[in-house]
């Protein structure tokens, strides 16, 4: 039975930006804005915004209907809802996992970004300073163990005393006042990058799609990344959004909750890409230089600016907030999911996930000094961080989207008509009952899903 006595949020605003705050990472405004221009820019940006709409949408509001039925984590979520004898709940220890998987690498990654964020600070990067001695400051960062550890605990414990405090006091009231701040950083940084001489090149190569830069890309190879990063920026398939499911109220529909998050987490990264392409256009910067945009190009940019030094502090506090934000909402999926499966406090859970997590992080902590050469997948070459980047982000996430779209749309899991009746449960947008919009669900988007993992393999 759904637990009724279950924590809730103490405002709809509350659930919105940790929804929010769980979806918007990394990914948003270091993995999009690389991405887009190395794809292209504005056609990317299109295809990226059609798959949102036509993928994303319909699976975060099946996963927010399992669990505001269930008012339950993964593994008891589907339990809970489940025919009984079947063995859909099986995946939910799966979830579980991929939620631990992807904190054993996002601390670290998280970590990077609040080391960048000290180092501007505390003044390390200084006007006129070398471009390669700002290379070899990311470099410096990586092979250093004292300071890969340090930044990488700090993570863990801020993520762990957020949680500890309880879903209102602490996830809720810390992740509505970064994501208040994020909102506020991100049109300040945009406003200034517009601003600069030459900006508007770069949002013309950002927004305005070009038809014959996508042919000598391939329009193939745009598809596939719009369609890969549209998916796995929303954090589905891991239980990641059930759990903040679990905290809804029946108030409010869960389509039209699911649009304002997506819509929510789409401003965040076309934001993002307003900051980078004007600023890299104005400095004469590639546009296309990949995941070290961040790390090294961009602090480039920032210490030839007038008040370089404030406009990086700013940056990288946006970016902290964003890294936070998903931390601290994986944490408490975490917990949560603990607690459902042995009825412990939250006390004993959050001090035995901050335990597990710091130690499970150590190997992508430590890969780049004292475990460097070391790797997971050998066939592939992979070192800890791309195991499990690549175990979550292209096995474990569209594997469990499919299984969630299976399950609220067969006769032999909850049901479609069933998770329609619970998402249009409140005031706002409706789910569509009609047949076309069913068979949308049944057969089209699995074909979808499945196109990426083959992709993705």
Known sequence: MADTNRESFKSRIGFLMVSAGCAIGVGNIWKFPWLCGQNGGGIF?????????????PIMSMEFAVGRASKR?????????????????????????????LMMFYTSVA??????????????????????????????????????????????????????LGVRKGVENITKFMMSGLLVLIVVLAVHSLTLEGAFDGVKFYLVPNFQRASEIGYSNIIVSAMNQAFFTLSLGIGAMEIFGTYMSDKKSIGGEAVRITVLDTMVALLAGLIIFPACFSFGINPGAGPELIFITLPNVFINMSLGRVWGILFFLFMVFAAMSTVIAVFENIIASLMDLKGWSRKKCTIITFVGVLILSLPVALEYNVLEGFQILRG????????????????????????????????????????????????????????????????????????????GL
């Open 380 to 455: 592939r070459g992979r070192g800890p961080l791309d195991s499990w980047d690549f175990l979550v982000s292209n096995l474990l996430l569209p594997i469990g989207s499919l299984i969630y779209l299976m399950f609220c749309c067969s006769k032999t899991g909850w049901g479609y008509d069933n998770f329609v009746e619970e998402c249009n449960k409140g005031e706002g947008l409706k789910f569509p009952k009609g047949k076309v919009i069913r068979f949308y669900c049944q057969f089209v988007i699995p074909v979808l899903i499945l196109f990426i993992l083959v992709m």
């Open 111 to 164: 970590g990077w970004l609040v080391n960048y964020f000290v180092k501007f600070l505390t003044g390390a990067f200084t006007s006129g300073m070398p471009q390669e001695e700002v290379a070899s400051a990311f470099m410096g960062m990586l092979t250093s163990t004292p300071q890969s550890l340090i930044y990488m605990f700090i993570t863990v414990l801020a993520g762990a005393l957020v949680c500890y």
């Open 45 to 57: 940006v299109l295809f990226y915004l059609v798959f949102l709409v036509i993928m994303g949408i």
């Open 73 to 101: 984590s993964s593994v008891d979520g589907f339990k809970v809802l489940e025919p009984k004898g079947s063995g859909w709940h099986v995946y939910g220890y799966f979830a579980i996992a991929g939620n631990v998987l």
